[in-house]
């Protein structure tokens, strides 16, 4: 069992960083690939970004290439997604998710995530 809760969201305004942080619980939480996606209201849950166990592999949305940077730290239980020059269209309720990682292609599709953070609040204003 694996459970999660997020924090560091808020108001920022557009071209504004925040880091997110994702608490892990569980001895089993290096076993997990770690993902992040966000929901905006009324649109469905995309992904964010995904990291391997080890913290070697990782994968982005188009969208968010090259201004979010995923990061973990086993040691602690935590995931991290740093989020610099923020777009209105970036607001969004942020949530951490975990899947079993027994390597090979990390996965970006809602299903195959077993765990769930409740998600925090992103609002960029513009």
């Known amino acids: 069992q694996v459970q999660l809760v997020e924090s560091g969201g808020g108001l920022v305004q557009a071209g504004g960083s925040l880091r997110l942080s994702c608490a892990a619980s569980?001895?089993?939480?290096?076993?997990?690939?770690m993902g992040w996606f966000r929901q905006a209201p009324g649109k469905e849950r995309e992904f964010v970004a995904v990291i391997s166990w080890t913290g070697g592999s990782t994968r982005y949305a188009d969208s968010v290439t090259g201004r979010f940077t995923i990061s973990r730290d086993n040691a602690k239980n935590m995931v991290y997604l740093q989020m610099n020059s923020l777009k209105p269209e970036d607001t969004a309720v942020y949530l951490c998710?975990?899947?079993?990682?027994?390597?090979?292609?990390?996965?970006?599709?809602?299903?195959?995530?077993?765990?769930w953070g409740q998600g925090t609040q992103v609002t960029v204003s513009s």
């Open positions: 569980g001895r089993t939480f290096s076993s997990y690939a």
């Open positions: 998710g975990g899947y079993l990682y027994s390597g090979g292609y990390l996965l970006s599709e809602i299903r195959n995530y077993n765990y």
